[in-house]
């Protein structure tokens, strides 16, 4: 828990599972001394009522960001620059405003623009999530030895960026602070294209003909199991992510091309010694993964297993003179 907390009024403007889960953190930390919230549409903000992690629900995002010393836009990229318009003139002198996608060049280029004098803009990713959307699947945990980036445009004061930083660790994340064009750069290869193959490889497997729906479906193996929950997530996020990190995207999509392309050749030369030597390279990669923490060792991805059902285990066929 903080002695005291860290802002003393929190507006978090989207409340799906990002949004959700800095707003049951924050109080569960007591980072923030009260947190108001809204969203697009009343059904969600009636839900938020309902869910009770929000001190207040806001009717607009004006109404929200009025006397916030920290605000949050917790809203698809391609949402951001039109959220900063709306705002701008509303903000409280000294205010931070931040964000959570994934993309970071263009939140800069699109929100900076609306934001005045007197308030520091300090662009976030928080890097963690699940397959889950809306306000119902955030959960305080969320953050926990999970990396939170801050990508602060040249200039940036250096307190609020620290000020920034101390909120997310109490939160649980772990703070690291780079540039936007180097941060997408970095996601593009261990978030945008996963995301993107994920994408491809469910829809290969639905196009196909010679296989029924039913067959993909019942013998899922780990390896596509995890492939459509990645591929389950938010739609809306994941256009706005391809479309506004497209050049680094782009530039992983060629390697990973090009890396296919080696591994398809060393398939159709029977080169058994090419493919062992890739697959223990990448082999390490998971290990290393799995020693700085960032995800369980556990088998099986870590899923809980059921139990055998309890039922008479049969005896062996007796033989003759038994």
């Known amino acids: 828990m903080t002695d005291a907390p860290i802002f003393k009024r ?6 799906g599972l990002i ?7 924050a109080r569960a930390q007591s980072a923030a001394g009260s947190i108001v919230a809204t969203a697009r549409s009343a059904a969600t903000r009636q839900r938020v009522r309902e869910l009770g992690f929000a001190d207040e629900v806001a009717e607009t995002n004006v109404d929200a960001v009025k006397g916030a010393d920290l605000v ?8 951001c620059g039109a959220v900063a318009e709306e705002i701008g003139p509303h903000l409280k002198k000294g205010a ?12 800069l280029k699109e929100m900076a623009p609306h934001l005045p004098a007197g308030v520091h803009f300090i662009p976030a990713h928080p890097v963690a999530g699940t397959e889950n959307s809306g306000p119902d699947s955030g959960f305080a945990e969320l953050f926990v030895n999970r990396w939170c980036i801050l990508t602060p445009p040249d200039g940036a004061d250096p307190t609020a960026v620290d000020k920034l930083g101390a909120f997310w660790s109490a939160i649980g ?5 780079m540039t936007a064009e180097h941060h997408d750069l970095v996601l593009a290869i261990t978030s945008h294209l996963p995301h993107l193959i994920a994408y491809t490889i469910v829809g290969t497997a639905e196009d196909l003909s010679e296989v029924t729906e039913s067959e993909v479906l019942k ?16 739609p809306t996020m ?32 029977g080169d058994g010694e090419a493919l062992f030597d890739h697959f223990t390279r990448t082999r390490a990669i998971r290990r290393g993964i799995v020693q700085i923490g ?16 309890h039922t008479e285990i049969p005896r062996p066929y007796a033989s003759e003179g038994d």
């Open 19 to 25: 949004g959700g889960s800095i707003a049951r953190a």
């Open 219 to 234: 013998f899922s193996a780990g390896g596509f199991r995890d492939f459509t929950r990645i591929a389950a997530s938010d």
């Open 173 to 177: 994340a772990n703070v690291q602070v």
């Open 72 to 79: 949050i836009v917790c809203v698809p990229v391609g949402a």
């Open 238 to 269: 994941w256009r706005d992510v391809f479309l506004n990190n497209k050049d680094a995207v782009l530039e992983m999509l060629g390697t990973f091309n090009e890396d296919l392309s080696k591994l398809t050749r060393a398939i159709r030369r």
């Open 96 to 107: 931070i405003v931040s964000d959570v996608g994934s993309v970071k060049g263009s939140v």
């Open 10 to 15: 929190l507006a978090l403007i989207g409340t």
């Open 294 to 309: 960032q995800d369980s060792a556990a088998p099986d991805f870590g899923r809980m297993q059921p139990g055998l059902p």
